[in-house]
Structures are given as structure tokens and as C-alpha cells.
């Protein structure tokens, strides 16, 4: 069975800190796709971005970056310089290629306060 | 802008009065799914819809039903809303469940209060 884990229930940081968010992840699928939603106070989940399986490339996009490490089961996730607009839940997610449906596991979120 | 609506985005109900959610898309996705969110807690899967075809979660109570008219809309109904029930439900879709594009876009969820 699929899980994620997101060990940090919350982080508070001061405005313009760098600050790391953990998912640990594990699935028995060869084949597999790791998601990052943000959920801000209103509520919508907002996709940060997918990445499968066979690309192990770290990506960046603007102060956002993305740490995938296969042998740990980790992907984590760096917001740099960060700003007061970041603050909300951060949920990582993962998804299995078999089955017949395509099932979202959401780790349980975690809580992000930037403060001014 | 495509985009996948949700209205209400607030709905008050009574205990046990019926109550429906609504969930539509402009993004022309074959796949349409209804989570709940309770308070500090992640999304759980409701069902989901691949065209008309429906699937049910295997713990989603009986109380939960589900339609699908055409490719654009899909509604929630709780037949008789418990206390328990009352949460954020989250519409999402996905272009399809059987390739790699499938990233789950969501609308921006009904909170529902039950009195």
C-alpha cells in the first residue's frame, strides 16, 4: 500500500528564510507520480507541480525548488526567501501507475506560518 | 480561463435535511472526483467519475451519492448530513485516469455546516 509521510506538522519561519518541507513516500510501484498542493486559508488546493517516477531531476521555479531522491523515497520541497504569501498547508501527494484508477495518497500536510 | 467551479462555496444545512454541492468544469476533463476535508486533516476520496462511469470509494457511507449529467457538471448529494459531515468538499479533475497526464486540479471547495 501507498503512504505518505510529512513529519512536520508546522513550521513557523521569519519572512525572507529559506525553509525546507519534508515527504517521505513509499510505494511497492516501479512507476509513480509525486505531487505538491498548496492549500492557502480559502481553502483550494492549488497543484505545484507532478513529477514521475524516472526523472530524478531537481527542479527549480523561481523561489520554489524541488529535491527528488529515490533512494531515500524522499521530495522534498525549498521555498527560498521566503514571504508572507507562503504561509498555508503544504500537502505532498503520491500516485501509483497500476490499478484502475489513478488515487491521489495525501500525506497529512504541513502547516507553514512566514511572519512578517 | 479554464477552471473547475464549485458553488456554494458556503452551505448551511440542517441535520438530516438533504443537501446538494455542486462541482463544474471548463477544463473538458474526462475525470471528475469529490473529496472531503475535515479540519486539519488531509483530503479523502469520496468517488470519482471517468466519463459516466462511477466508482465509489469502498468506506464512503451510503449517505454519499453522486451525479454526473453530462462531461462539465457533477454533483454531491448527502441524502441526511450528520453532524460528522460537516467539512470542506473539494471537486477535482484530471484529463484522464489511464495516461501520465494526469494531475488532479481542484476547485475551491464547499464548506458545509451542519445545525
Known amino acids: 500500500a501507498q503512504k505518505v509521510t510529512q513529519a512536520q506538522t508546522e513550521i513557523s519561519v521569519v519572512e525572507k528564510e529559506d525553509v525546507t518541507l519534508d515527504c517521505v513516500y513509499e510505494?511497492?510501484?516501479?512507476?509513480?507520480?509525486l505531487f505538491w498542493y498548496k492549500q492557502p486559508p480559502s481553502g483550494e488546493l492549488v497543484f505545484l507541480i507532478r513529477?514521475?517516477?524516472?526523472?530524478?531531476q531537481n527542479e527549480i521555479s523561481g523561489r520554489y525548488s524541488w529535491n527528488f531522491q529515490k533512494s531515500t523515497s524522499s521530495f522534498n520541497f525549498t521555498i527560498t526567501a521566503s514571504q508572507v504569501v507562503d504561509s498555508a498547508v503544504y500537502f505532498c501527494?503520491?500516485?501509483?501507475?497500476?490499478?484502475?484508477?489513478?488515487?491521489?495518497?495525501f500525506g497529512s500536510g504541513t502547516q507553514l506560518t512566514v511572519l512578517p | 480561463d479554464a477552471m473547475v467551479i464549485q458553488n456554494p462555496r458556503y452551505q448551511v444545512t440542517q441535520f438530516g435535511k438533504p443537501v446538494t454541492l455542486s462541482c463544474s468544469q471548463t477544463?473538458?476533463?474526462?475525470?471528475m472526483y469529490w473529496y472531503q476535508q475535515k479540519s486539519s486533516q488531509a483530503p479523502k476520496l469520496l468517488f470519482h467519475?471517468?466519463?459516466?462511469?462511477?466508482?465509489n470509494e469502498a468506506d464512503t457511507p451510503d449517505n454519499f451519492q453522486s451525479r454526473r449529467p453530462n462531461t462539465s457538471f457533477c454533483f454531491l448529494d448527502i441524502r441526511s448530513p450528520g453532524l460528522g459531515d460537516a467539512a470542506m468538499y473539494l471537486c477535482?479533475?484530471?484529463?484522464?485516469?489511464?495516461?501520465?497526464?494526469?494531475?488532479?486540479?481542484f476547485g475551491p471547495g464547499t464548506r458545509l455546516t451542519v445545525l
Open positions: 510505494t511497492r510501484d516501479t512507476t509513480y507520480y
Open positions: 467519475y471517468y466519463d459516466k462511469d462511477f466508482n
Open positions: 513529477r514521475n517516477s524516472f526523472d530524478e
Open positions: 501527494a503520491l500516485s501509483e501507475n497500476s490499478g484502475s484508477a489513478r488515487q491521489l495518497t
Open positions: 477535482a479533475t484530471s484529463r484522464d485516469r489511464g495516461t501520465s497526464t494526469d494531475t488532479q486540479y
Open positions: 477544463l473538458n476533463h474526462n475525470v
